[in-house]
């Protein structure tokens, strides 16, 4: 079964410093990996996926992941943290053989002034 | 293009009512897929259907259903309600142009938000 872990229920910053959510996770086979963030009582946003090819994939709004085959992770990044990026963030995995995304408990990122 | 537009926003029903939940996909996407959060359990996946067929379920109890009609916008139903069952149920489309590969990303819905009392 897959299964995805993300190890931080916060992550708190400053803004400008950079930051990391961290994600890893479980599958048969090479996985399908996606971002989403997540603002107060609204639905999830698609941030950025890894599907095959290069490690470092880029995203909306300045964001980053980066997937580690031998380290089964796939942590988000973004090099110079804003306030507006203060939210919940999931990591969520897909089976290549099946169609149901398996999301990790999330990450409340909190950016101060 | 329009996004995932789901319906009700907000609903507040009774113990033991049932309660039907609309989603209307993207234009073009035939995957829908449909989710429950809740504070303790995190997003768990209920079901996908793609053309009209369910391809796959979660653990959920039977009382939850769904549905998907021919121009791919789906319903869900909830029978039978429990005080558990209050969440943000959240309707996700995917493009899938090759129905064995579901290697694109899903577009969510804003949900909605069920309270049971």
């Known amino acids: 079964a897959q299964s995805v872990a993300q190890p931080e229920d916060q992550v708190n910053v400053a803004e400008g410093n950079p930051l990391t959510v961290k994600c890893t996770y479980s599958?048969?086979?090479?996985?399908?990996l996606f971002w989403y963030v997540q603002y107060p009582n609204r639905g999830l946003q698609f941030l950025l996926k890894?599907?095959?090819?290069?490690?470092l994939v880029k995203g909306s709004y300045g964001f980053e992941a980066e997937f580690n085959k031998s380290q089964t992770s796939f942590h988000l990044k973004k090099p110079s943290a804003l306030v507006s990026d203060s939210a919940l963030y999931f990591c969520?995995?897909?089976?290549?053989?099946?169609?149901?995304?398996?999301f990790g408990a999330g990450t409340t990122v909190t950016v101060r002034a | 293009k329009a996004g995932v537009t789901q319906t009700p926003r907000y609903l507040i029903k009774t113990r033991g009512q049932q309660v039907t939940l609309s989603c209307s996909p993207i234009?073009?996407?035939?995957?829908v897929s449909w989710y429950q959060q809740t504070p303790g359990q995190g997003l768990q996946f209920l079901f996908e259907?793609?053309?009209?067929?369910?391809?796959n379920k979660g653990n959920f109890p039977g009382r939850f259903s769904g549905r998907q009609f021919s121009n791919s916008r789906s319903e869900m139903n909830v029978s039978t309600l429990e005080l558990g069952d209050s969440a943000l149920y959240l309707c996700?489309?995917?493009?899938?142009?090759?129905?064995?590969?579901?290697?694109?990303?899903?577009?969510f819905g804003q949900g909605t938000r069920l309270t049971v009392v």
């Open positions: 259907y793609f053309s009209e067929t369910q391809r």
């Open positions: 996700a489309s995917s493009y899938i142009k090759d129905s064995d590969r579901p290697n694109t990303e899903a577009f």
């Open positions: 969520a995995v897909r089976d290549p053989r099946d169609y149901k995304l398996s």
């Open positions: 234009s073009g996407h035939r995957s």
């Open positions: 599958v048969s086979g090479n996985p399908y």
């Open positions: 890894y599907i095959t090819g290069d490690n």
